[in-house]
């Protein structure tokens, strides 16, 4: 007898934005995600917006992992700026008018509660997640990409801490329920 895990379930549900002002930082505003190529060559998922640019022009997430479709951003670049609908573009040194570098895309999936956590922010897809459906941000219900931005977490941590207290509460209320019965039993035995 006992507790046991019966599972824990992912909460697909928007986080807050909180504003950095670095372009590469981005946000995604509704539904979606970024893919990533792992170093075996395989795309993973995830929301974790936080990339940065190699020595060698390679836009990447904190981990190193490079962005599908792969962004580069040349050398000399001045200023990098991303659109809502994921382009990526900078203002090269001696000119004016930015170049584009390359759309990012966003993968959505038919029922995201079924890709599968590999650890660091990373998912892949199951066969119970469904084949992404990849495509630009703000079309076919994908969200928008919001540059300057991470999306922190969508735990309501006051909440949380109230109902493990309420849990332990009606853990406590148990133990003695069970102790009370226990000694009214062990009273029973000794007076029949």
């Known amino acids: 007898s006992g507790v046991s895990l ?3 379930s992912k909460i697909n549900t928007q986080g807050t934005l909180q504003e950095t002002g670095n372009a590469l930082d981005m946000a995604i505003e509704g539904s979606g995600y970024f893919q990533v190529q792992q170093a075996d060559g395989s795309t993973a998922y995830t929301r974790a917006g936080n990339f940065s640019v190699t020595a060698e022009g390679t836009v990447v997430t904190s981990d190193g992992l490079p962005l599908i479709p792969q962004i580069t951003v040349p050398q000399g670049a001045t200023s990098v700026t991303v659109g809502n609908d994921g382009t990526v573009s900078a203002t090269l040194q001696g000119e004016s008018d930015p170049t584009q570098l390359g759309q990012i895309e966003l993968a959505s999936f038919m029922n995201p509660a079924g890709l599968q956590s590999i650890g660091g922010n990373l998912l892949v897809e199951t066969a119970a997640s469904g084949t992404p459906q990849v495509g630009t941000a703000g079309l076919e219900g994908r969200g928008l990409i919001r540059s300057g931005n991470l999306e922190t977490s969508n735990v309501n941590i006051v909440e949380e801490l109230v109902d493990m207290i309420e849990t332990q509460r009606a853990y406590e209320v148990n133990s003695k ?13 000794q007076n029949m």
Request: no cysteine.
């Open 6 to 8: 019966q599972g824990t």
């Open 177 to 189: 329920m069970i102790k009370a019965t226990d000694e009214m039993l062990q009273y029973a035995n």
